[in-house]
């Protein structure tokens, strides 16, 4: 279903009238299953099948999402669901197309010396550079352990994605840090320990872009 949400998209944009030389860039936040659609409809062709000059762009972090959008840079980005939410609600004038699932699996990765979550009082734990989806759920299942996530731990904020935080857990930086599949799988063949999975119901994995890129492709 995600790819064919991406077909109809490129169907959708093609039939817009959009220059053929005219670039679309297309970004996204971290490697996760969420984002797969992006690189299936580019590695298919299928972008390329309906006329479109695609450049898909990695941003290493959900926070970047919306400054990018709104600046210009890139005309529409996957994910970073509460950024587009949070940045409509102050007026920002955002458009979202679709979604490509309707749940996130997280899994809370610690150190292997990490047996319970309260082991983690006191840690260091690492999130993304901005308040995102993660960040919040991750909050959550602190508060429902009896954690503070505000005294209790420290929350570092860290670069580079999900191989960031898997490097910043093998080196020591943090002690847990919540990675997305499938870096997730290579962080458990990594010695890393996957301390509790988190699945947050939600309309996931947005197609976000903004009004007047809308209107331009109506109007075409």
């Not at 279903?1 to 944009?13: G, N, P, Q, V």
């Not at 290579?186 to 947050?200: F, T, V, W, Y």
Request: aromatic fraction near 8%; hydrophobic fraction near 45%.
């Amino acid at each position: 279903m995600k790819r064919y949400l991406f077909t109809l998209l490129a169907i959708f944009l093609s039939g817009s009238g959009l220059h053929a030389a005219e670039k679309l860039r297309v970004a996204y936040p971290a490697i996760a299953a969420g984002v797969a659609p992006v690189w299936i409809t580019w590695e298919k062709g299928i972008w390329q099948k309906h006329g479109l000059d695609v450049e898909v762009i990695y941003l290493g972090g959900g926070s970047r999402a919306v400054p990018a959008l709104l600046a210009g840079s890139i005309e529409l980005f996957l994910g970073s669901d509460t950024g587009s939410y949070v940045a409509a609600m102050q007026g920002m004038k955002l458009a979202k197309l679709g979604v490509t699932m309707n749940s996130i699996g997280y899994y809370l990765m610690t150190q292997p010396g990490i047996r319970t979550l309260a082991d983690l009082k006191g840690k260091v734990i690492g999130i993304g550079l901005g308040r995102d989806l993660p960040y919040i759920y991750l909050s959550k299942k602190l508060r429902d352990n009896n954690i503070d996530p505000k005294n209790d731990v420290k929350l570092l904020s860290l670069g580079g994605g999900q191989t960031g935080y898997m490097t910043a857990l093998k080196t020591g930086i943090v002690q847990a840090a919540m990675i997305l599949p499938p870096t997730s799988l290579l962080a458990e063949r990594a010695g890393l320990k996957p301390l509790s999975k988190i699945d947050a119901p939600t309309l996931g994995g947005g197609v976000n872009t903004t009004q007047a890129f809308v209107e331009r492709i109506g109007t075409c």
